[in-house]
């Protein structure tokens, strides 16, 4: 799982990925399962990355909706 963020502080969301056993990444790659981002839209290197290696892209909303969260810092 990579957070794109504009800080670059560990945050709650990064504790909750490794507790429940995922690992984190801070680049793109062909083993990268999710790129969680506020703006899927906003052509940056990850997320142009991700869609280069298939990797799933998803949005605050859809973090949370998919894993069950209260809350995604990112």
Do not use: C, Q, R
Not at 10 to 21: I, T, W
Not at 39 to 64: M, P, R, Y
Request: net charge negative; hydrophobic share 30%; glycine share 6%.
């Amino acid at each position: 799982v990579i957070f794109v963020s504009s800080v670059g502080v560990y945050s709650p969301s990064e504790k909750f990925v490794e507790e429940e056993g995922g690992s984190l990444s801070s680049s793109v790659s062909s083993n990268t399962d999710y790129l969680v981002t506020n703006d899927k839209s906003s052509g940056s290197s990850k997320i142009k990355s991700a869609e280069k290696h298939n990797v799933t892209i998803l949005n605050k909303e859809e973090f949370i909706s998919i894993f069950k969260v209260k809350t995604v810092d990112i």
